[in-house]
């Protein structure tokens, strides 16, 4: 709603509540003013409070993307920049011609089968996901992760993209010169 609907809207209100003032008095026309407020501000408050995954735009903190055509429906990923407060890789099964959302998956974190842990994406001092590509109907992407202890790790991970869901994400360490 834009400031100037706003503001025709309360005077409207304002019109109706000066002849409710006139009609039964000044403290039914207090407990009136005061639940249409509420009302009004519960509306506005409403209409932003859906979350990041509701909201149907691109976030600007979308560094990377791309659109491929995999079986009958579309592929979609989105790589967030690594030192935003969402810093994954965010892939999407859309329905093709509607784009309607089948299945959104965000991968915010890897298992390190060598270390026996799970680095989370938000925990690092240096991410980088390069190499995205789908071939086969299998996303496959590099990983490159600098932990706060330790040295660099590099990974390969694939995730199989299915009609209406994605397989489990499979990583594994990258040797030097691999």
């Known amino acids: 709603m834009t400031r100037a609907s ?34 009004l501000i519960f509306t506005f ?26 079986n009958d429906n579309l592929f979609r990923w989105l ?14 099964i859309l329905e093709a011609g509607s784009n309607a959302l089948i299945k959104r998956k965000n991968i915010c974190n890897v298992y390190d089968e060598a270390l026996k842990v799970t680095h989370d994406f938000k925990k690092l001092t240096f991410l980088d996901i390069y190499n995205l590509n789908v071939n086969s109907q299998t996303l496959t992407f590099d990983l490159e992760l600098s932990l706060l202890s330790q ?28």
């Open 6 to 39: 706003i503001t025709t809207l309360m005077a409207i209100l304002n019109l109706y509540f000066s002849n409710i003032l006139k009609k039964y008095g000044r403290f039914r026309f207090m407990m009136k003013q005061l639940l249409i407020s509420v009302c």
């Open 45 to 70: 408050s409403c209409t932003d409070a859906l979350s990041i995954d509701d909201k149907t735009y691109v976030s600007l903190d979308v560094i990377e993307m791309n659109v491929e055509r995999v």
């Open 79 to 92: 790589k967030f920049h690594p030192d935003s407060d969402f810093p994954c890789l965010r892939l999407e």
């Open 151 to 178: 040295n660099v790790v590099n990974m390969n991970c694939s995730i199989k993209i299915e009609n209406t869901d994605f397989s489990p994400l499979e990583c594994h360490r990258l040797e030097v010169g691999e």
